[in-house]
């Protein structure tokens, strides 16, 4: 059973920072990429950053320059590093992972808030 678990949400005051980390496991087969999404009260899930088998990044605007996502391919594992947090980051943030063969897996989401 494919399993991907996020860590390393909490409660920050602006300007901060926190590192995500999201976890897969039960899987045999390769991953081709794997993404941070956010979901805001009210708002729709968005793409923060993804980030492929060969280390090719992507960001969302809002966060270029204050985010990194970074890979572990070894442990297939993805970290977030979210510098000068801002109150509009506040945020539940989902792993996902787009395996060979068997598709889209997600996490079940860490919250991360942002108040002074």
């Known amino acids: 059973q494919v399993q991907l678990v996020e860590s390393g949400g909490g409660s920050v005051q602006p300007g901060g920072s926190l590192r995500l980390s999201c976890a897969t496991s039960?899987?045999?087969?390769?991953?081709?990429?794997m993404a941070w999404y956010r979901q805001a009260p009210g708002k729709q899930r968005e793409l923060v950053a993804t980030?492929?088998?060969?280390?090719?990044?992507n960001y969302a605007d809002s966060v270029k320059g204050r985010f990194t996502i970074s890979n572990d391919n070894a442990k297939n594992t993805v970290h977030l590093q979210m510098n000068s947090l801002k109150s509009e980051d506040t945020a539940v943030y989902y792993c996902k992972a787009d395996f060979v063969f068997i598709g889209v897996y997600w996490g079940q989401g860490t919250q991360v808030t942002v108040s002074s």
């Open positions: 039960g899987s045999l087969f390769r991953i081709n990429a």
């Open positions: 980030i492929t088998s060969g280390n090719s990044t």
